[in-house]
């Protein structure tokens, strides 16, 4: 079974800083992780997937980027809204979602 | 607008048993691949159980596998989770969620959650 390990577990950054969470899968999965971002009290929203597109009506300034082992989630300029948990997701047969531990993006 | 709202959660004894429900609306239903996903206090995202288009096929992780019994009504867009033999390690709260991909066998990403509801399991 794939595991995949977020770093780091919480990243401090002040609005309009850029922000670059990582996500390594423990062997290759081409380009098939998806990006998801958890608010309190909310349910995750889904924010990229395959490595690089963005899913409907997520802002330009989220990207990523990867493949194989090592997968990236760039924002470029945050906003007071990016504050939040940050979890990568595998897609494969089986199990069929493999989450991360997740990242916390926080205030600094 | 996509919309996937859960019933049914609540606090239960350990043993006990629980059903959850997931209204689908704003998509054809039907046509996608269904799943579980819970959330422990504090803790990340674990997939629990998922279900095929038709409902023929379906999935559990292996600590809810024999407990825990997924299923679908196509004809009243809900999705279902029967939950029996509770432990205190199933408190969390439960989302449901639709896959990415319609009308497919495989599994993909989850773009639409419910708002998630609470399972609490506690004497």
């Known amino acids: 079974e794939i595991v995949l390990t977020q770093s780091p577990a919480t990243l401090s950054l002040s609005p309009g800083e850029r922000a670059t969470l990582s996500c390594r899968a423990s062997?290759?999965?081409?380009?098939?992780l998806a990006w998801y971002q958890q608010k309190p009290g909310q349910a995750p929203r889904l924010l990229i997937y395959d490595a690089s597109n963005r899913a409907n009506d997520i802002p330009a300034r989220f990207s990523g980027s990867g493949s194989g082992t090592d997968f990236t989630l760039t924002i470029s300029s945050l906003q007071p809204e990016d504050f939040a948990f940050y979890y990568c997701?595998?897609?494969?047969?089986?199990?069929?979602?493999?989450f991360g531990q997740g990242t916390k993006l926080e205030i600094k | 607008e996509v919309q996937l709202l859960e019933s049914g959660g609540g606090l239960v004894q350990p043993g006990g048993s629980l059903r959850l429900s997931c209204a689908g609306s704003?998509?054809?239903?039907?046509?996608?691949?269904m799943s579980w996903v819970r959330q422990a206090p504090g803790k990340g995202l674990e997939w629990v159980s998922g279900?095929?288009?038709?409902?023929?096929?379906?999935y559990y992780a292996e600590s809810v596998k024999g407990r825990f019994t997924i299923s679908r009504d196509n004809s009243k867009n809900t999705l279902f989770l029967q939950m029996s033999s509770l432990r205190v390690e199933d408190t969390a709260i439960y989302y449901c969620?639709?896959?990415?991909?319609?009308?497919?066998?495989?599994?993909?990403?989850?773009?639409?959650w419910g708002q998630g509801m609470l399972v609490t399991v506690s004497s």
């Open positions: 997701q595998l897609r494969t047969n089986w199990p069929p979602y493999t």
């Open positions: 062997q290759s999965v081409s380009i098939y």
């Open positions: 704003g998509y054809t239903f039907s046509s996608y691949a």
């Open positions: 279900i095929s288009v038709s409902g023929e096929k379906t």
């Open positions: 969620a639709k896959d990415l991909i319609g009308h497919s066998s495989s599994w993909y990403y989850l773009d639409y």
